[in-house]
């Protein structure tokens, strides 16, 4: 824990995988996933490992707290294509009173020398009261299952 109270995660946690098909609806008309889908690909990663850790977005929703995305950065490396199988790796890179950061890594699953990295993004998120979108506190029950993750 840092001087303002703030943890950082213990990056050696691994992170938790999910497996995505590159679906028509995420190209564009040269078969390329569009800049775009990107953000949607890491919510989900993100969203995924929420929910394995016992915070998804119901959980949060019965604590009337809700994300709001505070900024998204994305880099491309290479081009993902129709049809390609993903893994999206998220990893909580940190974790604040009110907030946190998430990392995903996309890869493209198959290939001869194992997957390939495709692009690599951070989401920050804010956690806010669904009554009245105001950041707020997260409680230390749900706070700890951040922390402890699968």
Known sequence: MNRDG???LDPARGPTT???????SDVDGYGVVHFSRYAAFMEAALLDDLETRGLGLERLG???LELRVRELNV???VAVR???????EPRLAHVGAASLRVE???SRAEGED?????????LSLAFVSSESGRPVVLPATLAELLKEGP
């Not at 129709?82 to 999206?88: A, F, T, V």
């Open 6 to 8: 703030i943890s950082t």
């Open 18 to 24: 999910l497996h995505r098909r590159v679906e028509h």
């Open 62 to 64: 019965n604590h009337k």
């Open 75 to 77: 880099r491309y490396l």
């Open 82 to 88: 129709h049809r390609d199988w993903l893994l999206l």
């Open 104 to 106: 995903v890594k996309i």
């Open 114 to 122: 194992g997957p390939t990295v495709l692009a690599v993004g951070t």
